[in-house]
């Protein structure tokens, strides 16, 4: 008798994990895809502020010392003279410009925490390289140019832009191989030129330019 | 008796012999016994190539390599930059038929509308608080003077100029500062701040680190900026970049002296460097048997 109680107790809790497992959970979730469409552009983005290493720079490896809630076109102007030369031509730079701006974009949909701060992107090459009040006017010039406009998949979902430095001189195909655009690259390219959208095809493929409405 | 005759080996010695001391060889000459000099590296270059202007002397840098293992070769300039704005090496400079002398850094003739002081220790009324802020002579605010030829910013060498314009701001309350008084160290040049807190845009020089030069050049040149007003402290903004054919803008912080300052010195910020000049430093040094992280991971 024990025996058969046994047995059907370890029946029932076998199906009761079966369906724990099979049937959803209470409170579901939708995970809507978060295309160009149905997603306002960020009015601002947060920026975890890293210490800096005794030389004055920011330390990616540093710890958090506060969150600074920034503009997001303030933040884009901020970045791109920082990871792009200013010098460069108007064209890469304008490749650039969507560049961070996409990569914005994506982060700041996809925060995260660490250390209890909960941010979009921190100030160092972790993300992209932001020092604030540092905008050049050929770089805010080239962000201003971009506004309008997104770099997407086919289906307006917003993806991460992602890019590397690369190597001078060079189309850097391998780059475009790993779906990111060399910064060297957008530079060879734009003074063989190439415009800031063919720059931006050849690096990332399968993506299409959409205009932004909000 | 026989006559004597030279064989063909001694009229070889001594027809060499005299070659030597007519023609004054400086070439050691195996046939006089004098002194062996020290091996001196020369090319071994035809008589006639060496009457060609391109011809490479014995103390020329070896051209840049530019092979596709080095991908960081040692160039003097970025390959994109025109040739008008290359920083010349030495003194010459076309609109400069005579090279500034080591004792006058600022060589550069002051030309209308900029903004050149040389060596001025006396303040500009304009930096007197209380006073209307008066731009610099012949400079309105966003003026844009006559682009000089260059800057001779450091003794024997001009350099490029281009755009540059400060803005300074209250640190705290990142309010524009007006009537703040900044200095650009390496040329002494002096503007005052607007009420929108900018300095005029001024000539600045494109210094690049000459350390650098045989190996990495920077990717952008160096300048440091000192900004004052009374009630604030001095700020030091060291590192400013500057970039050929783009215009550049600062933004120096100044902290207010509150009563609870008692000791009272300048404040440093220092710009870090850009971090594709970093990526390239790192790079060009790279061995084949050590790779370590290289740029291309992940």
Redesign the interface.
């Given at each position: 008798m024990t025996r058969l109680r046994c047995a059907a107790l370890s029946t029932a809790g076998v199906t009761a994990a079966l369906l724990t497992w099979w049937m959803p959970s209470a409170t579901p979730t939708a995970h809507a895809l978060q295309t160009v469409d149905n997603t306002p552009l960020p009015s601002v983005i947060r920026v975890a502020i890293r210490e800096n290493n005794p030389?004055?720079?920011?330390d990616p490896r540093g710890r958090i010392v506060w969150v600074q809630t920034v503009p997001f076109d303030t933040y884009c102007k901020d970045v791109l003279?920082?990871?792009w030369?200013?010098?460069w031509?108007i064209e890469a730079l304008k490749a650039g410009a969507m560049a961070v701006r996409m990569f914005a974009w994506f982060h700041h949909l996809h925060p995260v925490t660490i250390d209890g701060f909960t941010f979009d992107v921190d100030n160092t090459?972790n993300f992209q390289?932001f020092?604030y009040?540092?905008?050049?006017?050929?770089t805010n010039r080239a962000v201003d140019e971009v506004r309008k406009f997104a770099y997407v998949k086919p289906d307006g979902a917003i993806i991460e832009l992602n890019y590397?430095?690369?190597?001078?001189?060079?189309p850097n195909w391998?780059y475009r191989n790993a779906q990111k655009m060399a910064?060297?690259g957008s530079?060879y390219w734009a003074?063989q030129g190439r415009n800031w959208l063919q720059i931006l095809q050849f690096y990332y493929m399968d993506r299409t330019l959409r205009q932004i409405t909000s | 008796m026989s006559k004597w005759m030279p064989s063909k080996g001694q009229a070889a010695l001594w027809t060499g012999a005299v070659l030597c001391a007519l023609l004054s060889i400086p070439a050691p000459c195996p046939f006089n016994g004098g002194p062996q000099r020290a091996a001196v590296p020369t090319l071994a270059v035809p008589t006639g190539a060496m009457s060609e202007p391109d011809a490479v002397s014995p103390t020329a840098v070896p051209a840049a390599d530019n092979t596709p293992g080095n991908?960081?070769p040692a160039h003097p300039q970025r390959?994109?930059t025109p040739p008008s704005k290359r920083p010349p090496t030495g003194g010459a400079h076309p609109n400069h038929p005579t090279p500034p002398t080591p004792n006058r850094p600022n060589a550069a003739p002051a030309e209308p509308g900029s903004t050149h002081r040389p060596s001025v220790p006396a303040q500009p009324p304009s930096a007197v608080p209380g006073t209307p802020v008066q731009p610099p002579v012949g400079a309105a605010p966003g003026a844009t003077p006559a682009p000089s030829p260059g800057v001779a910013a450091t003794p024997g060498v001009i350099w490029p100029t281009e755009k540059l314009r400060i803005?300074v701001?209250d640190g705290r309350t990142l309010q524009p500062l007006p009537g703040a008084e900044v200095v650009l160290i390496e040329t002494e040049q002096r503007a005052v701040t607007d009420r929108n807190g900018y300095t005029p845009w001024i000539d600045a020089p494109i210094i690049r680190n000459p350390r650098y030069r045989p190996m990495v050049q920077e990717?952008?040149g160096q300048l440091g900026v000192i900004a004052y007003k009374n009630g604030y402290r001095d700020s030091v903004h060291l590192g400013i970049?500057m970039?050929?054919?783009?215009?550049?803008?600062a933004?120096v912080w100044m902290y207010k002296i509150g009563p609870g300052d008692t000791r009272i010195e300048p404040v440093l910020?220092?710009?870090?460097?850009?971090?594709?000049w970093l990526?390239?430093l790192a790079d060009k040094f790279r061995s084949k048997t050590q790779p370590g992280e290289g740029?291309?991971r992940p």
């Open positions: 030389n004055g720079e920011p003279p920082n990871e030369m200013p010098g031509n090459t390289s020092r009040l540092s905008d050049q006017p050929q590397r430095a690369g190597y001078e001189n060079n391998q910064q060297w530079e003074e | 991908r960081s390959p994109s803005r701001i990717l952008h970049r970039h050929e054919g783009a215009r550049s803008e933004t910020y220092q710009v870090p460097y850009h971090h594709l990526i390239q740029p291309e």
